[in-house]
């Protein structure tokens, strides 16, 4: 079982550079990578990275290389996402996730079986 809890979203201009952090507790966490997905009103969830939690190994979607940069704190057992160059684009409910390893695709959703409840970025012009 793994618990986790995100935080960091808000308000911002575009422009600028929020930090998301996602808290994971449980057994095990060494055995799990964590994911970032997003999803704005209306869309699906949208992949954007995951990361090893000894951060050995990290995918992106190939639409968020570049702004968005994933990375683990060990001693904090945070997965945190920063964004860059915010954009009214990136609005949407940011959530983290588990995935079981070594995993199949790390880029669906489904394939993940824990989430948090997500973190609200919004994105002003």
């Known amino acids: 079982q793994v618990h986790l809890v995100e935080s960091g979203g808000g308000l911002v201009q575009a422009g600028g550079t929020l930090r998301l952090s996602c808290s994971a507790s449980g057994r095990s966490l060494s055995s799990y990578a964590v994911g970032w997905f997003r999803q704005a009103p209306g869309k699906d969830r949208q992949f954007v990275a995951t990361?090893?939690?000894?951060?050995?190994?990290?995918v992106y979607a190939d639409s968020m290389k570049g702004r968005f940069t994933i990375s683990t704190d060990k001693a904090e057992n945070t997965v945190n996402l920063e964004i860059s160059s915010l954009k009214p684009e990136d609005t949407a409910i940011y959530y983290c996730?588990?995935?079981?390893?070594?995993?199949?695709?790390?880029?669906?959703?489904?394939?993940?079986?824990?989430w948090g409840q997500g973190t609200q970025v919004t994105v002003s012009s």
């Open positions: 996730a588990a995935v079981l390893l070594p995993g199949t695709d790390y880029t669906d959703h489904r394939s993940y079986a824990y």
């Open positions: 990361i090893t939690w000894n951060g050995s190994s990290t």
